[in-house]
């Protein structure tokens, strides 16, 4: 029973254009989420994060959206670049995140020329 | 440079043989995890620690041991009662003081021969 859910396994996005990546999840105990970004053959890097109490958090290019009474976030990546392409992770964490963190399936993004 | 470090970056096991995967941090980090990652699929919990000499088992423990005799290491061994061995795995760690990112190593991909 999969608690983080990410629904698009794949998505296309032009270069220069604004790439909306949207994670779901059931456990509203859930306090914390993460985005990852991960490349073929290597670890997860960390992105962005947001607390539960807030319903924005900006990093450069890339925004992270929360909206609790509908128990969903997004990523926005503006502008996408070619060096975005990547598969993303969206992660959630209970209490501190001391016991682990629970991820979505991930979204392979594309970014075309 | 502070980093984790994950060895070796491939590994090949034989039927019915234990295997240990090594994980490295100089990031000073109390807490270290392993996850698994199978393809098309998040990555799943297997085991975490918090302090040296104490861990506790994450969603999918069964066929796995670990050890923390160290702060900066954490070892896991997949033992020949783990059915489906063949995954990449991934290390990460992150201190204990509120809401912070894992940071992850470069993973190690492991498969039977």
């Known amino acids: 029973d999969q608690q983080v859910k990410q629904n698009s396994p794949s998505l296309s996005v032009q270069e220069g254009r604004i790439s909306i990546l949207n994670c779901d999840y059931t456990?509203?105990?859930?306090?914390?989420f993460l985005w990852y970004k991960k490349y073929p053959a290597e670890g997860p890097t960390f992105l962005i994060s947001?607390?539960?109490?807030?319903d924005k958090n900006e990093d450069g290019r890339f925004t992270v959206f929360l909206n609790k009474s509908a128990k969903h976030l997004s990523l926005h990546i503006v502008p996408s670049q070619p060096g975005d392409s990547a598969v993303y992770f969206c992660?959630?964490?209970?209490?501190?995140?001391?016991?682990?963190?629970?991820f979505g399936k991930g979204t392979h993004l594309i970014i075309q020329p | 440079d502070g980093g984790i470090t994950q060895s070796p970056k491939y590994l090949f096991r034989k039927e019915g043989q234990n295997v240990t995967l090594s994980c490295e941090q100089n990031?000073?980090?109390?807490?270290m995890y392993w996850y698994r990652q199978d393809p098309g699929q998040g990555l799943r919990l297997i085991y975490y620690?918090?302090?040296?000499?104490?861990?506790q088992k994450g969603d999918i423990a069964e066929g796995y041991s670990v050890s923390r005799e160290k702060k900066e290491s954490f070892p896991l061994t997949v033992t020949s009662a783990q059915k489906n061995p063949t995954a990449f795995y991934l290390c990460?760690?992150?201190?204990?003081?509120?809401?912070?990112?894992?940071?992850f190593g470069d993973g190690t991909r492991l498969s039977i021969l």
């Open positions: 456990n509203s105990m859930f306090d914390y």
């Open positions: 990460a760690s992150s201190i204990l003081d509120g809401n912070q990112p894992q940071h």
């Open positions: 992660a959630a964490v209970l209490g501190g995140g001391a016991d682990g963190l629970t």
């Open positions: 947001i607390s539960s109490i807030k």
């Open positions: 620690s918090q302090i040296v000499n104490d861990f």
């Open positions: 990031l000073n980090h109390d807490a």
